[in-house]
């Protein structure tokens, strides 16, 4: 009944009032509520939503970020100031935490945590109540959700922008991050390490032409590169398992993707094949938070594909590769030689999800815009 007597108030005279159990409702006002779902508000649910051109305009704005911050000494001039950013979490964070907290605080906004325990998120009321309520009263909504599907249900309803801080399918920031990270350490380097030249140069002239080898599971983070990476120009091979294979629409996008760049892109379960020629080598949890059941068949299953010093020799990776990780890190996944060696940049990439963060967060509540 309730929805049934919005509708009829949205139907009625601009002008018209609606009087119902002796209370007046203006028909303008609760035409406005029920649009609200159809505004054109900017959201980042994945990157295979945004063109070329607007991921390289949040990398840009990234690197520039952090030049200002970290080596300039220039405030943001507090563009946030007096508005809050929801930062809604129903699973544990360390690094998106931290990032998105820090970035909304030098923006001069205020970060509200949202924890599991602190919310009634999906649990005793719906996501559509939730998106609703919360979207009433921030100006913007960072969401670590379990299912993708929750994210999207945030998206329709809520009256201000969501960032997807992580869901089962999708991880865009963490991806924001890598490529930031891939950037300055291909792009042209500084003489001392107490300067930094990134932003100086386009990551459109250093990022395309490297090849990015996954060795791991088809999970979001997988997803997320396969929609990015070949979009950029940049050659991806994915060794995943049998049975562990990524989604196939996401596989569907990652090929229209290369078609379209020219890259190459290439799927196998051989670890030393995906690695051949490969400047960078990206590997993540196999066994996350509620796989720990799972951990004794995962452990079979992933065999072979911890990533070592031999793997990248005898796969014929190229003498200068990096090693990227999201973290946090089992050492399954890769060996101590390599996670803290000079090839892994996995620390300088958990940095720059503060940048990367904070770009899209200036991107979707300061400029409204990704463009």
């Known amino acids: 009944m309730p929805h049934l007597f919005l509708h009829r108030l949205a139907a009625t005279s601009a002008n018209q009032l609606v009087r119902r159990r002796g209370h007046v409702y203006n028909a303008i006002r609760y035409h406005h509520v029920l649009s609200t779902q159809r505004k054109n508000i900017p959201h980042l649910i994945t990157l295979a939503d945004l063109s070329q051109s607007q991921i390289y305009n949040l990398l840009r704005s990234a690197i520039q970020h952090k030049y200002n911050a970290k080596y300039a000494g220039k405030g943001s001039g507090e563009p946030l100031k007096g508005k809050t950013l929801a930062l809604t979490f129903s699973k544990r964070s360390t690094r998106t935490r931290v990032a998105t907290e820090s970035a909304t605080a030098y923006l001069g906004g205020t970060p509200m945590f949202l924890g599991s325990q602190d919310i009634q998120l999906g649990v005793n009321e719906s996501l559509l109540d939730t998106a609703k309520v919360i979207s009433s009263m921030a100006d913007g909504i960072m969401a670590r959700v379990g299912p993708h599907s929750d994210i999207e249900v945030l998206a329709k309803y809520s ?57 791991g599971d088809g999970n979001n983070m997988l997803h997320s590169m ?83 010093m031999s793997l990248a020799e005898q796969g014929g990776a190229k003498p200068d590769w990096k090693f990227m990780h999201c973290l946090p890190r089992k050492s399954e996944e890769v060996d101590d030689e390599v996670f803290y060696s000079p090839k892994s940049v996995v620390f300088e990439e958990a940095e720059n999800r503060k940048w990367t963060i904070l770009a899209v967060i200036d991107a979707l509540l300061v400029k409204k815009s990704f463009d």
């Open 159 to 215: 009256s201000v922008p969501i960032i997807n801080a992580l869901s089962d399918k999708y991880h865009p920031t963490q991806i924001l991050a890598d490529l930031m990270t891939m950037h300055e350490v291909f792009g042209p380097h500084p003489d001392t390490d107490s300067e930094y030249i990134s932003h100086l140069h386009h990551p459109k002239d250093f990022l395309p032409g490297l090849k990015v080898a996954w060795i």
């Open 226 to 308: 396969l929609v990015t990476f070949p979009k950029l120009g940049i050659h991806f091979s994915a060794a995943t398992p049998q049975n562990y294979q990524p989604d196939a629409d996401v596989v569907e996008i990652a090929k229209k993707e290369a078609e379209n760049s020219g890259s190459e892109l290439s799927f196998t379960t051989a670890p030393k094949e995906a690695v051949k020629d490969a400047d960078v080598i990206v590997t993540d949890t196999w066994i996350s938070m509620g796989q720990e059941s799972e951990k004794l068949q995962r452990l079979k299953d992933f065999a072979g594909f911890q990533v070592t």
